[in-house]
């Protein structure tokens, strides 16, 4: 699995038990679903939440269901992806955690954003004002992501590499105290207009 790949270091488990004493370490949960869906989602997370509290869970399925990442997110996680995503997704995925972040697939994401967009308008000099303090790249790329596209299709629009975008995406979400690309979006939504 492309997991293994990319964490070689971590530790499996293959089934969460209760235990008698919460651990108070900061712990990345990666948990691949199983057949039984919903209700196994809610019993794991749940468990892992009781005997690990500083614990952050990612969700792995075989096949997504944009219902079912909801669900989980509404549970307490903070990812859901493609259990067979590649090992630098899965790794980046782990990054935007680690950062306070959260990471949904990008059709979520698209939806989501266009959900907020509809219902939350900032005014147009706020954004305006936001976007003055990125240079000019930076304000493509963080209008492009604020779409919801992905960085590849950020990378062949603007022309530029994928590294590139990943390198203007994060001096952007620094530069505007964000922690991932729904806060961004949130932030500019698509009442900008070029």
């Not at 969460?16 to 794991?44: C, G, Y």
């Not at 009781?50 to 269901?65: D, E, H, R």
């Not at 963080?142 to 590849?152: C, P, R």
């Amino acid at each position: 699995m492309s997991w293994v790949e990319a964490f070689p270091k971590a530790k499996l488990i293959l089934e969460v038990k209760p235990t008698e004493s919460q651990s108070e370490e900061a712990i990345l949960f990666w948990l691949h679903m199983n057949e039984d869906r919903q209700q196994w989602l809610t019993n794991a997370i749940m468990l892992i939440q009781k005997n690990y509290k500083k614990s952050k869970i990612i969700v792995l399925a075989n096949v997504p269901i944009q219902a079912e990442a909801l669900y989980a997110l509404s549970l307490g996680a903070v990812g859901y992806c493609h259990a067979y995503s590649a090992p630098e997704v899965l790794r980046e995925i782990k990054t935007v955690i680690s950062h306070g972040g959260l990471w949904l697939g990008s059709e979520l994401l698209k939806r989501l954003i266009e959900v907020s967009a509809k219902l939350v308008g900032n005014q147009p000099k706020h954004v305006e004002s936001l976007l003055a303090q990125l240079t000019k790249r930076q304000k493509d790329v963080a209008i492009e992501a604020a779409k919801g596209l992905s960085n590849k299709e950020i990378a062949r629009i603007l022309k530029i590499t994928e590294r590139t975008v990943k390198a203007h995406l994060a001096a952007t979400f620094e530069c505007l105290k964000v922690k991932d690309r729904l806060q961004l979006a949130l932030m500019l939504n698509r009442n900008y207009r070029r």
